[in-house]
Nanobody
Framework: VQFLESGGGLVQPGGSLRLSCGAYGFGITYVDISWYRQAPGKEREWVAKIFPDYTTRYSDSVVGRFTIERDNAESTAYLRMNFLDPADTGVYYC?????????WGQGTQVTVSS
């Protein structure tokens, strides 16, 4: 049971990226899925969440720029990130709780720099 994130990379300020989070060993249809990020030297912070009914929530720092999505058939969640800023730099992780256990991925690095 694990997540595998991908899609990170180096992007210039104002650019866009789409991160993917594939679930392996379990289905995602009935679980909440969140994205978190951790900048160098800082604590991990919550970024966005999508519920099984496709309702979404965002942190104030990304609302209007990021979009969280899910494809239950593909057992994959996505994070579309637009108008990226150097403050968005960090390792991005997806998270859920299933079967009473926390599931995290290994993260994907996003670097916003000119």
């Amino acid at each position: 049971v694990q997540f595998l994130e991908s899609g990170g990379g180096l992007v210039q300020p104002g650019g866009s990226l789409r991160l993917s989070c594939g679930a392996y060993g379990f289905g995602i249809t009935y679980v909440d899925i969140s994205w978190y990020r951790q900048a160098p030297g800082k604590e991990r912070e919550w970024v966005a969440k999508i519920f099984p009914d496709y309702t979404t929530r965002y942190s104030d720092s990304v609302v209007g720029r990021f979009t969280i999505e899910r494809d239950n058939a593909e057992s994959t969640a996505y994070l579309r990130m637009n108008f990226l800023d150097p403050a968005d730099t960090g390792v991005y992780y997806c998270h859920t709780v299933t079967g009473g256990s926390d599931v995290w991925g290994q993260g994907t690095q996003v670097t916003v720099s000119s």
